[in-house]
Every structure is written in C-alpha cells, then in structure tokens.
C-alpha cells in the first residue's frame, strides 16, 4: 500500500485521463476517426500526459488505450492525398511539421519515468503500432491487428518505429515487418515478442489495469530508478553503468520505503510505501 495524495488532473483535448490509486489510464477520445495522431490533438494531449506523470510522484504506473475500435489508426490518409496539415508543403515543411508534431510523442514516450503498459484494442496500424512499441508492455485483445504499415503508403516510419521496433524484436523480425507493410494479428505479435500476452477483449483492460497496480505497488522511488535504469543501459557502456547503478543504490538504501520494504519482509506483513 501507498499514501498519496492525488494531483490535480492537467487539461486535455482529445483524451481522457482517470486516476485509480498510483495508476493512470489514458484513453485515446477519437473514435471518430479512429484515434488517428495526425489530424487530432492526441500528440498533444500524449506529450501533456507524460510530462504530468514525471513531474507527480504519486503516479507510478500508466495504462494507454483507445475509445471505440481502434488502439489508433495512425496518420489520417485523406490528409496524406491532399497534402494537407503534418503532410503539406516543400521538403522543409514536412519535415518541420513532423519535428514539431508526431516526433513529440516518441520523445515524450522515451523520457516516461515509470511503466507503460499498451491495452491494444481493435487496430494498431502505422504511428498507432509504433505509439504502442514506445510503451514497455502490450497486451492485445485476441481481435486486434497491428501492422508497421508505412512503405503501402510509400512513406517511412517518420515517428521513429524503426528505432523502437528493432530494439524490441531485433533487425531482421522489424525488417520484415517494416519492408513488408503487413498487417497481422495479435497471436502472431505474441510469438514474435511484440505482445507480452493475448486477452479476450472484455479481459483486456482489467488485466492491463491489475498489472499497472502490481507495479505501482512497488516502491515509487525505486520504481522509477529501475525505469531510468533500463533506459540508461541501451545506451551506457557497463563500466560507466555500473558507476550510476552504485550512485542510485546508495540513494535506495537511504530511503524510508527500503527499511519499510526490508522490515515488511522480515516481519512477513504487507508493505506501507510513502514513496521517500
């Protein structure tokens, strides 16, 4: 158990966000077009999300998904054919528009401090695959489809799925799918490692919820270095990783909730974190 206080809940526009103890679920609010990123204020609404959970300690855990069909269909293709918003104007102005648009979600994905669980409803097509490969889970109901479906479009994974989606499932699997632009079902992601598990679709986010909350029930502090962590050792060669793991576990063992967590265990009772 944690005490905590609840923070007050930052404005959004195109999402919904519900607070459950230390567990977050955004829902993607679009099904009118499907959750698309592109032509919605769903970027915006995602990057708001993330930098709320890092600045609020008594968050520990985020749940994504969408309203209606789809997890998220991706770019809007009519704006595609009409050269309209992310997609009009010269070179520079595309690529203006990208950097200032969907390449805000996989940086404010990457920067998320504490665990992200993807509850992949219906289809998860283009961006939207890519937007559920920045999470650190994924759980698919047993009717979803997914697909890295950028070169149909010829088009490339302009929101950085080809750097997320190989560092998940390795070169030649990400290859493939990404050089294919197939679409496939969410046994098939399961096999390949994309999809940790498989859930009728009523089953879908009260398992991504209960396993939100067995993170979040961890201690908060610890918790989030463990994330830093992960992150940190994809990039850091091990001596200098070695060197920041000793720095973070001298500021573990100097916490309240690892003598709370070492006493709890000891004395065989349930644990009270206060997230110092």
């Known amino acids: 158990m944690t005490s905590v206080s609840s923070p007050a809940l930052p404005q959004l526009h195109d999402a919904l966000l519900h607070i459950d103890g230390r567990v977050a679920t955004l829902t993607l609010n679009r099904d009118d077009v499907r959750n698309e990123l592109t032509g919605t204020r769903l970027?915006?609404?995602?990057?708001?999300?993330?930098?709320?959970i890092n600045a609020n300690e008594a968050i520990s855990a985020l749940v994504i998904s969408?309203?209606?069909?789809?997890?998220?269909?991706?770019?809007?293709?009519?704006?595609?054919?009409?050269?309209?918003?992310?997609f009009g104007g010269d070179v520079h102005a595309v690529q203006k528009q990208y950097r200032e648009g969907i390449q805000r979600i996989p940086l404010a994905m990457h920067k998320l401090e504490v665990p992200v669980i993807a509850a992949?409803?219906?289809?998860?097509?283009?961006?939207?695959?890519?937007?559920?490969?920045?999470?650190?889970?994924?759980?698919?109901?047993?009717?979803?489809?997914?697909?890295?479906?950028?070169?149909?479009?010829?088009?490339?994974?302009?929101?950085?799925?080809?750097?997320?989606?190989?560092?998940?499932?390795?070169?030649?699997?990400?290859?493939?799918?990404t050089f294919s632009g197939r679409v496939f079902g969410a046994a098939e992601a399961q096999a390949m490692g994309i999809v940790l598990e498989v859930l009728e679709p009523a089953e879908l986010m009260p398992r991504a919820q209960a396993l939100a909350a067995s993170f979040a029930a961890k201690p908060p502090q610890a918790l989030r270095m463990s994330k830093r962590l992960m992150k940190l050792a994809q990039r850091q060669e091990l001596p200098d990783f070695l060197d920041h793991c000793a720095v973070l576990q001298g500021i573990c063992h100097n916490t309240q909730d690892h003598l709370e967590a070492v006493g709890a265990f000891l004395e065989k009772r349930s644990a009270q974190f206060v997230g110092r």
């Open 43 to 52: 970027v915006d609404d995602i990057e708001t999300v993330a930098a709320w």
């Open 66 to 86: 969408g309203a209606g069909k789809a997890f998220s269909a991706g770019g809007n293709v009519k704006h595609m054919q009409n050269r309209q918003g992310t």
């Open 120 to 177: 992949i409803n219906g289809a998860a097509i283009g961006a939207g695959f890519d937007l559920a490969c920045m999470c650190d889970f994924r759980l698919a109901a047993s009717d979803s489809v997914m697909g890295e479906t950028f070169v149909n479009m010829g088009i490339i994974p302009g929101d950085g799925g080809a750097w997320f989606l190989q560092r998940l499932i390795g070169y030649q699997r990400a290859a493939e799918l």
